[in-house]
T-cell receptor, first 116, second 115 residues
Framework: DTGVSQDPRHKITKRGQNVTFRCDPISEHNRLYWYRQTLGQGPEFLTYFQNEAQLEKSRLLSDRFSAERPKGSFSTLEIQRTEQGDSAMYLC??????????????FGAGSRLTVL | AQKITQTQPGMFVQEKEAVTLDCTYDTSDQSYGLFWYKQPSSGEMIFLIYQGSYDEQNATEGRYSLNFQKARKSANLVISASQLGDSAMYFCAMRDGTGGFKTIFGAGTRLFVKA
């Protein structure tokens, strides 16, 4: 198992363009999370999935943001009509649903978005 | 609403000394989990330690211990015998334990370990 993979690692785009990020979680993990992190701040929760069901979305997630996890495995996060304020690191994390109360988040390396 | 507060934007500690990073939280849930993560300059988030709200003993993991004071709603991280490699951002986080599984993070504390 190679951990949580995110692609691309870096994306530079012009304002108004659409971008899509992909996350491949640890294979046996059925919960998948997206966070946004700006420089010097903590990760902000965006949304999470249990299997293919999107169970919660943050109010931070405007209608320009959409996330999917169609088969309960990998997930995509799309940002339409990007704005300069969308520039951030987008982190994906996954966790299992074992009996341990910890259910520790395992994070990917992140996808850094720069909107010019 | 749940909230995590880390009031120390930056902390300095001398190598080999102990340091305490503060974290307070707010929740109306009875069941919740508290976590600390480390984020070095390379960017990856590394799990350090976990404390469940019903755990009576403070959690320890090697040089890390969590000073859990439930009545005060605090979950401070203590790092003993600091090493240069401990220089990083440290985030306190909380997971809702009753019905939801969202984990929220504080703003973080940057720790600088001096040689």
């Amino acid at each position: 198992d190679t951990g949580v993979s995110q692609d691309p690692r870096h994306k530079i785009t012009k304002r108004g363009q659409n971008v899509t990020f992909r996350c491949d979680p640890i294979s046996e993990h059925n919960r998948l999370y997206w966070y946004r992190q700006t420089l010097g701040q903590g990760p902000e929760f965006l949304t999470y999935f249990q299997n293919e069901a999107q169970l919660e979305k943050s109010r931070l997630l405007s209608d320009r943001f959409s996330a999917e996890r169609p088969k309960g495995s990998f997930s995509t996060l799309e940002i339409q009509r990007t704005e300069q304020g969308d520039s951030a690191m987008y982190l994906c994390a996954s966790t299992g649903t074992g009996s341990s109360g910890a259910n520790v988040l395992t994070f990917g390396a992140g996808s850094r978005l720069t909107v010019l | 609403a749940q909230k995590i507060t880390q009031t120390q934007p930056g902390m300095f500690v001398q190598e080999k000394e102990a340091v305490t990073l503060d974290c307070t939280y707010d929740t109306s849930d009875q069941s919740y989990g508290l976590f600390w993560y480390k984020q070095p300059s390379s960017g990856e988030m590394i799990f350090l330690i976990y404390q469940g709200s019903y755990d009576e003993q403070n959690a320890t993991e090697g040089r890390y211990s969590l000073n859990f004071q439930k009545a005060r709603k605090s979950a401070n991280l203590v790092i003993s015998a600091s090493q240069l490699g401990d220089s990083a951002m440290y985030f306190c986080a909380m997971r809702d334990g009753t019905g939801g599984f969202k984990t929220i993070f504080g703003a973080g504390t940057r720790l600088f370990v001096k040689a």
